[in-house]
């Protein structure tokens, strides 16, 4: 699949589910702007089967390639970030997995139960992105104890394999100046930002900020019944030029680590 087909899919995917993005999308694109995306990120666990370097399948079988490396001690998660080789104007993709090991025996055998369950004619590597919850219904006592230790592996219980979220490049807008003026427009227009560690993390000096909203809130099938928990979210990055001049195009775990809180759950008022 050839990667512009990969984008509109994921897009559609990500965008049909979570309502907030269309919107800030529409209020965006009614301000003059076209929104560029920065960086897509997914969520998985350390497993040989689906971990990081499979997940990344798709895109490094279309010029992708490593380039970073990070680790979140507190959230006992270890990440990686690619870019395209040949078209810097491609979309980062970042890549994350919990490390199972560090959490409870209950964890493990419920990460493991769900795992070993999936069919192995469903486990492509090249659509394994696309391919959501491969263990069937969810039970929500689980998910709500999966939470009690983790909300990424909670997550991911539920929603398994799919975009975790798309994130506005501030740097390509035209009429916005800034993450801070971008975030005050979002929150003039309803929007819930993630506060987690403030309202934007990093600093010019770091040479990236990033912001985001909540997740939205959807219903879900449980084996219980149905029950409304957060999905996905929008981010927003606004990078910085490096001595050469050129943006920088990493990420900072300490910020990160507070973006990954925009799917905690929570209750929408």
Known sequence: MKLDQIYDRLWKEYSDQNPSA???MQLLTQQGETVENDHIAFRTFNMERIGIDVMATPFTLNGYVEKGQYTFEQKHLFAKHYEHKDNPSMPKVFISQLIK????????ETINQSVNAIQKNRL???YLIFSGNLWGTPSYETYQKLRDESEYAAWVYVYGFRTNHFTVSVN???????IEVLDEI????GFMMNTAGGEIKGTKEELLK????MADIVEVEFVEGKYRIPACYYEFAERFPLPDGKLYNGFIAKSADK???STNFYTKK
């Open 186 to 189: 979002l929150m003039q227009n």
């Open 22 to 24: 269309k919107k800030i």
């Open 101 to 108: 090991e560090d959490f409870s025996p209950f964890m493990q």
């Open 124 to 126: 492509d590597p090249e």
């Open 259 to 261: 973006i990954f809180e």
């Open 172 to 178: 390509a807008l035209k009429n916005i100046s800034s």
């Open 210 to 213: 990033q912001s985001s909203i």
